[in-house]
């Protein structure tokens, strides 16, 4: 089992503000191969905003390039922090946030969701 705690960084933020959200990921993460950011708005689909592979490979979605920046941090005992950093935030970018980190095999494990409401 991974668990992955989302640590705050969301709120409401004005267009054209920066926020930076924190997920604390635990537990057995030897099997984790990739750590990531995605989000759900109201009446969408969830989508993949932006990941990490172990090999720190990045991926970010279009609409979030140049604007969005993913990064972890190796803690002890296998344990990282990810954040995602946002800045030029806009409207279309409100949405619940969810950390995820995909073990080899395709296994999902999430966070418990950070809202984000960009408006002025």
């Known amino acids: 089992q991974v668990q992955l705690v989302e640590s705050g960084g969301g709120g409401l933020v004005q267009p054209g503000g920066s926020l930076r959200l924190s997920c604390e990921v635990s537990g057995r993460t030897f099997n984790t191969y990739l750590l990531g950011w995605f989000r759900q708005a109201p009446g969408k689909e969830r989508e993949k905003v932006a990941t990490?592979?172990?090999?720190?490979?990045?991926?970010?979605?279009d609409s979030v390039k140049d604007r969005f920046t993913i990064s972890k941090i190796n803690a002890r005992n296998s344990a990282y922090t990810v954040y995602l950093q946002m800045n030029n935030l806009k409207s279309e970018d409100s949405a619940v946030y969810y950390c995820a980190a995909m073990q080899f095999g395709g296994i999902y494990y999430w966070g418990q969701g950070t809202q984000v409401t960009v408006s002025s």
């Open positions: 990490i592979t172990r090999d720190d490979a990045f991926y970010y979605a």
